[in-house]
């Protein structure tokens, strides 16, 4: 199997019709009536985060190969970064305070990246775990940046310069979910750019990469930086919608968390991670009604996902509709 295939990167049409009807779906779903909507709506916001994180990290662990158990920081960096610079007497602006937590976010990384990329392999994911340790203990243990109890984010940011009222749960909703596809176009674009032809390579066969005359380092480097800034996108999301930062979305746990949304949706295409997302918040929050146990649940069902669809369950869905394809031919 090619590798190309294994990642499944171009996606069937089958797939890709089943895609649109979900996006579709979200679109739609804040304008059926139904108890609890305020409560559905907050929900799927943040699976939405939650799957911007996923695909930031899919750059990485998916389409470079370069796996990182230090992700989270970038995303909590930027949803610190909203705290500091909201006034305590009025709401920031949208238009400025977004990039300048997502560059924040970017310029962390960019440092980080600098030394972590050269390595290689099980130092990779060492390096990135203890980078990652040493932000969240920097907060951790500094009560001058909230400590362990972490900080409020006094108002959401002020995003009347684009129509919208960030207060209203439907307004940013919709917002996230624009962001979303955003984000999610982009990176496809990037896949098929020389620049992610690059980066395909370096998880193919760094070696040869090299020998043909491409320096991996800065790559290696460039996606980096930009999946930390598009961490730092879901991270501004997460802390303008909760309202509350604090160290543990920089923990171990959140990084672990992304990993295991990226591999569960299938890793290299993107809309993988989006599906991981989504996936992944449901079930956990089944499994939480279900019984206290719920870490049981979660742990078997991820084993299970991964003997019965290696490739995740954007590609569980393509063999499943390719074999129904050729049934009815």
């Keep these: 199997m090619s590798t190309a295939k294994a990642q499944l990167e171009r996606l069937p049409k089958s797939v890709q019709v089943v895609l649109i009807i979900g996006v579709l779906a979200l679109a739609a779903f804040p304008l059926v009536p139904m108890e609890s909507t305020d409560f559905y709506l907050q929900m799927l916001t943040q699976m939405m985060i939650l ?54 976010a970017g310029l962390a990384a960019l440092v980080i990246g600098f030394f972590v990329v050269r390595t290689q392999g099980i130092y990779f994911i060492m390096v990135t775990m203890a980078f990652a340790q040493m932000v ?14 972490g900080i409020y984010v006094n108002f959401r940011p002020d995003a009347t310069a684009v129509g919208l009222d960030l207060d209203n749960k439907t307004h940013f909703y919709y917002f996230t979910l624009v962001v979303l596809i955003a984000v999610y176009l982009f990176l496809r674009r990037v896949l098929f750019s020389p620049f992610g032809r690059v980066l ?33 996108v879901a991270g501004y999301l997460w802390a303008a919608q909760t309202g509350f930062v604090n160290p543990e979305l920089m923990g171990f746990h959140m990084s672990a968390h992304a990993i295991m949304m990226v591999i569960l949706g299938g890793m290299g295409n993107f809309a993988g991670a989006i599906v991981g997302a989504f996936t992944f918040e ?35 869905a393509d063999k499943f509709l390719s074999r129904n394809k050729e049934a009815g031919q």
């Design 282 to 316: 449901y079930v956990l929050h089944l499994a939480k009604d279900l019984t206290k146990h719920w870490q049981l649940l979660m742990g078997g069902f991820i084993v299970l996902v991964v003997i019965v669809a290696p490739r995740g369950l954007l590609g569980l």
């Design 51 to 104: 799957a911007i994180f996923a695909m930031s990290l899919d750059l990485l662990q998916g389409v470079t190969g370069l796996v990182s158990l230090g992700h989270a920081a970038y995303f909590g960096l930027a949803g610190y970064a909203l705290a500091f610079i909201t006034p305590a007497d009025t709401p920031i602006a949208l238009w400025w305070s977004l990039p300048l937590a997502a560059a924040g």
């Design 200 to 232: 395909a390579g370096i998880r193919v066969n760094e070696h040869r990469l090299r020998a043909v005359g491409y320096g991996s380092f800065g790559y290696k480097l460039a996606a980096f930086t930009l999946a930390g800034t598009l961490a730092g």
């Design 136 to 149: 969240f203990y920097l907060f951790f243990d500094n009560k001058a940046l909230g400590g362990s109890d």
